[in-house]
């Protein structure tokens, strides 16, 4: 299966968790059922984004957060935008894929999934994520 696949899979799981709240214990094997995912790697793949996402929750909601403007929260971002805002943050910041592969699959996955201002508004809010975290490589001068 390709990354992009993988990827997509991961934003739908994400997704799914972002809409039910209350997370069971079974709601990530019934996914993979679901979805007829068989392939190991892909299964470790979710697990790490489904893990690595309920771990940093709090920094990576404070991420979002912090580079959102004024009058705007959490609880207004749809959940399809916050679902690839939060898979993207934690790609770049836990798993160090490159900024610019991460914010042009999420972008992409926006034109599939959301409404059409979508890509703007990620890419708008990972743009500042990335500099905030000084993901580019450069030196933050702050």
């Keep these: ?31 993979i059922t679901n979805n007829e995912i068989t392939d190991k790697k892909v299964i470790e793949y979710l697990k790490d984004v489904k893990i690595g996402i309920k771990e940093n929750s709090e920094e990576i909601n404070n991420l979002i957060v912090n580079n959102l403007k004024e009058n705007w929260s959490l609880k207004r971002i749809s959940k399809i935008n916050l679902s690839l805002i939060k898979l993207a943050i934690y790609e ?18 926006a034109k599939k999934y959301a409404d059409e201002s979508a890509p703007i508004f990620i890419n708008g809010i990972l743009a500042s994520v990335v500099k905030e975290k000084n993901l580019n490589g450069e030196i933050n001068e702050d």
């Design 92 to 109: 770049m910041v836990y798993k160090n894929l490159p900024y610019k592969i991460a914010i042009n699959e999420v972008v992409e996955l």
């Design 1 to 31: 299966m390709q990354r992009s696949a993988m990827r997509e899979l991961a934003f739908k799981l994400v997704y799914e968790i972002e809409i039910q709240k209350d997370e069971e214990e079974d709601q990530f094997e019934l996914f």
